[in-house]
């Protein structure tokens, strides 16, 4: 096993054994052999496209399995063994990409045994020059961030096959032979093809459940028995929802999935009560205390504890041993009556009264009453362009000296109190504008407003990204500037490969100086990062008071 795809890697290198995310070694070598799967349907659907004869299909199945080994997705052995299964069909039944294939579009194992040999010989080290192995992974890395939002556009009938057939193109380049440079232009390519998928997701989401409007989110629990429903899958929320009204039972978001409330399709339930808990590291404290079911839609799941596992119903692409999994029926449907029944025989939820918040929210005596603050949330491109004339007169009288985008990803390591820091060492001029789960290090904290602009702005879920994009724009063409001439900083924190991909939209779009943290990728090597710092400005996080003192000039 060697895997180095996120930012809590062991020992900041690779892990070897066990992951720290809790993978195994034979679950590892499970998803190596269904990327290299991936990557032989590819060869050949590309070859077939281009005669007009391909499988429309195979692009949606990899996207989905590239979601599946996306961190902290699916863990359970059975699943992936049934995807390979699913690949060999389908590859098979694609005819040949020529006289001579690579060995990813002809290899069948003969049994599991074959498959674990195979897990030894095709993995990330199996590409022996650094550089070149950093640069597809790094590829790949960003793909697994295309296949992610592309499930979720998809799972609410947005599709792209242009997106599929890039999927499937950059997929197939990394068994070939190319120049560094081929490859960097292959990678900023993914970073354009982020752009599009997440503005799919965004006309997804927005079409089908309307523009998101700044909302204030209860987090005190409710008297009734609850379902907590967590990652990113705002149509199973929904569905959910349809399938819990007058039942008894109260539905609350967690992590990732506290952005659905500013939704006005998600308002008009009122058995949506609120969300609870913060982001997916403390989950193991949050999803005990919650005594009532579980449901994740999407990453980031933690192996559970032997004392909830029981709660806890996966569905998607995410999976784990031993664990209730609820699948979608040819119809598209899933049925969640058995975890709805299971709910009504449990325990309303425990006040956490900020205890499962960790040590930050105290750190800064922001616990306040109960401890259970409100949350802002909603503050996507819609909702904030629709006050974009306040904001730019803010601007431009000085009362906003500058944005500081602080979105991306949280994560277990205690030097994450950075972020929470730093949010609290901005000037009162500034703004935050957050999306993705990075936000719970600062969304407990009352930051305050400028002239009734909150000076916490949280665009959404990390794809939600896409809403940032959108504000920065906005705010270049209304000041009649470039994009990095704005008064814009980014502090950006990572932990897996949906980030990656946000990153490389990012660059795509021209956007220079982002500061990355808390640790550089593994998989960027000594050669790749010098290209970004060279072309890109990227550079790691340090302290607080000079990250302060680069990115709010006059600090
Ligand atoms: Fe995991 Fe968080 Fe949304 Fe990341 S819950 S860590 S960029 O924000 O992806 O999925
Ligand atoms: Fe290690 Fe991260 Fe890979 Fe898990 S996903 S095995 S923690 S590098």
Same mark, same amino acid.
């Given at each position: ?69 996306? +961190? ?113 232009? %292959? ?109 994740? +839609? ?13 709660? %806890? ?178 502090? %950006? ?63």
């Amino acid at each position: 096993m060697y895997c180095y795809q996120c930012e809590e890697t062991a020992k900041g290198c690779g892990c070897t054994t066990m992951g720290v995310c809790g993978k195994d070694t034979e679950t590892a070598g499970l998803q190596d052999v269904l990327i290299y799967l991936a990557k032989g349907i590819a060869v050949r659907n590309c070859a077939a496209m281009e005669k007009g004869t391909g499988n429309g299909k195979a692009g949606k199945f990899i996207a989905e399995v590239l979601f599946a080994t996306l +961190t902290n997705v699916n863990f359970d052995k059975e699943r992936f063994h049934a995807y390979i299964r699913e690949a060999i069909s389908i590859r098979d039944a694609l005819p040949p990409a020529g006289e001579i294939e690579p060995d990813a579009c002809t290899w069948t194992p003969a049994d599991d045994a074959a498959i674990a040999a195979k897990a030894g010989e095709v993995g990330v080290l199996a590409t022996a020059n650094e550089d070149v192995r950093s640069l597809r992974e790094l590829l790949v890395y960003g793909l697994k961030g295309v296949g992610a939002y592309y499930y979720h556009a998809d799972a609410l009938g947005y599709e792209d096959d242009e997106i599929t057939a890039f999927i499937q193109r950059a997929l197939a380049s990394t068994l070939q032979d190319l120049t560094l440079d081929e490859m960097v232009g %292959i990678i900023l390519e993914c970073g354009g093809v982020g752009v599009r998928v997440l503005a799919l997701l965004d006309t997804a989401n927005t079409a089908t459940f309307g523009a998101p409007q700044i909302t204030m989110v209860r987090t005190a629990p409710g008297t009734r028995p609850g379902i907590l429903v967590t990652g990113h899958d705002l149509k199973d929320l929904h569905d959910l929802l349809e399938q819990t009204k007058g039942l008894g039972v109260d539905i609350y978001t967690h992590g990732e999935m506290l952005p659905a409330h500013a939704y006005p399709a998600f308002k008009k339930y009122g058995h949506l009560i609120g969300n609870y808990g913060g982001s997916w590291p403390f989950q193991k404290e949050e999803f005990e205390a919650f005594n009532g079911p579980v449901l994740v +839609t999407t990453n980031c799941l933690v192996p559970p504890k032997e004392s909830y596992k029981d709660r %806890i119903y996966t569905t998607g692409p995410v999976g784990f041993e031993g664990v209730a999994h609820i699948p979608e029926a040819a119809d598209g449907t899933k049925d969640f009556s058995a975890m709805i029944r299971h709910a009504q025989g449990c325990q309303p939820p425990k006040n956490l009264h900020g205890r499962a918040r960790p040590s930050w929210v105290s750190l800064f005596g922001e616990k306040g009453g109960d401890g259970n603050r409100d949350l802002i949330t909603g503050c996507a491109h819609g909702a904030v362009l629709a006050i974009a004339g306040t904001v730019i007169d803010a601007v431009k009288a000085g009362a906003i000296r500058r944005f500081v985008v602080m979105a991306g990803c949280d994560g277990r390591q205690g030097e994450r109190s950075y972020y929470t820091e730093f949010a609290q060492a901005l000037p009162k001029d500034t703004v935050i504008l957050t999306a993705g789960c990075a936000k719970y290090r600062y969304n407990s904290l009352d930051l305050g407003d400028i002239d009734g602009i909150p000076r916490l702005l949280d665009a959404g879920q990390c794809n939600d990204c896409y809403s940032l994009v959108v504000i920065a724009q906005a705010l270049a063409e209304a000041f009649g500037v470039g994009i990095n001439d704005l008064p814009v900083s980014y502090n %950006i924190a990572w932990y897996e490969q949906k980030a990656v991909l946000v990153l490389l939209a990012l660059l795509h779009l021209g956007v220079k100086n982002i500061t990355l943290g808390p640790r550089l990728p593994a998989f960027v090597s000594p050669g790749v990062l010098n290209v970004l710092v060279e072309n890109f400005g990227i550079r790691k996080n340090t302290t607080v008071a000079e990250d302060l003192h680069l990115m709010v000039p006059g600090n």
